[in-house]
């Protein structure tokens, strides 16, 4: 019967999910990438992050940047020096320890006026659920 193919696909997909969870790339905005006026409070709103996971920012070099900043600079946009910003293009940052951590730009007024600045709580590894019966649970 068709609904039992569907119970077992949906069964394999409740099996596998864990796993994908773990270490997981999350490219920034998705396919609008690292930009002015996207929303990226709502891009982060349905996501979990764990340490181990990979932020991939594509932030054309000379166009924008990324600058990895505490909450009040958050909060208020303040740069630090123009050294401490990732330019590479094709940045890629591995979430290593836990807690909330900030992100902006620092190209003109792109954090202030544009809504460029990404804010995410990452999750330890060790608080995730066995992988069994159910990820959603905590
Ligand atoms: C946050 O970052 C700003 C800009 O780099 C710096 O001036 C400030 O001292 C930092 N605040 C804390 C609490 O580390
Ligand atoms: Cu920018």
Request: overall charge positive; some cysteine.
């Given at each position: ?26 490219v920034v905005g998705?396919?609008h990438g690292w930009t002015i ?19 991939v920012f594509h932030d054309p070099v000379g166009v924008h940047s990324v ?18 910003a990732l330019i590479c293009g094709n940045d ?13 730009c620092g190209v003109g007024?792109h ?5 460029q ?22």
């Open positions: 019967m068709a609904s039992k193919q569907v119970y077992a696909i949906l069964a394999m997909m409740v099996a596998v999910l864990p796993a994908t969870t773990l270490a997981k790339v999350f998705d396919e006026n996207f929303d990226y409070k709502l891009w982060a709103a349905d996501k979990d992050f764990w340490v181990g996971a990979k932020l600058f990895k900043v505490n909450g009040t600079a958050f909060q208020e946009c303040i740069k630090p020096p123009p050294s401490e890629i940052i591995t979430l290593l320890t836990r807690g909330l951590k900030w992100y902006f007024k954090s202030e006026v544009g809504s600045k990404l804010a995410i709580s990452v999750q330890s590894i060790s608080r995730a659920p066995a992988p069994a019966p159910s990820p959603f649970g905590a």
